[in-house]
């Protein structure tokens, strides 16, 4: 492991770089259809920059000697309490990536833990994410635990893909 990354919270001026994380991440956990990437980033970033005016989101840049190497997301969820829960208000990390070139160093899990004190600090009795197999050992590090939970997507496109399944495009289903 090399030395750590200087870790900042993003800017508006980030979002583009936000963007090109979150389908860098997409393409590396096996999504392959540069289609539907490319309809990702503008929906993203405009949810990111209405996120951030709500005050709903929060993002972290990694940057290793002043270029940019990684960055994580945060969004704030208002949920009906649960007895785990009695505030309803939780945390969902997202997007969390670093550059192939950068990996294993660490930064990551500055990253993570950047979040998880944001989380922390501001009220947050539950955070959560979405894990893919290759970070799945990172966050169980800080405490993760799978929990039970079932999702239904209506979009054959969302449906046909799983970071867990070999990759795989909406475009090998047709014949």
């Excluded at 393409?27 to 289609?35: K, N, P, V």
């Excluded at 635990?145 to 990759?167: C, H, I, Y």
Aim: glycine residues 8%.
């Amino acid at each position: 492991m090399t030395s750590a990354a200087d870790i900042r919270p993003a800017s508006d001026g980030d979002i583009a770089l936000l963007v090109e994380f979150r389908s860098a991440m997409f393409r590396d956990m096996g999504w392959t259809d540069e289609e539907r990437l490319a309809q990702l980033a503008p929906a993203y970033a405009r949810y990111v920059t209405d996120a951030r005016a709500a005050g709903d989101f929060a993002a972290w840049i990694a940057e290793k000697e002043g270029e940019p190497v990684g960055g994580v997301g945060l969004l704030w969820e208002r949920v009906p309490p649960t007895v785990r829960n009695l505030s309803g208000r939780q945390a969902y990390i997202l997007a969390a990536y670093v550059t192939p070139d950068h990996r294993r160093e660490g930064i990551a899990h500055q990253l993570i833990e950047a979040a998880i004190k944001h989380a922390r600090a501001n009220g947050a009795d539950v955070v959560s994410l979405h894990y893919s197999p290759a970070g799945k050992g990172l966050y169980e590090k800080f405490g993760f635990v799978e929990s039970p939970e079932m999702r239904l997507f209506t979009d054959p496109a969302s449906a046909a893909w799983s970071p867990q399944a070999p990759a795989h495009t909406p475009a090998d289903d047709a014949d």
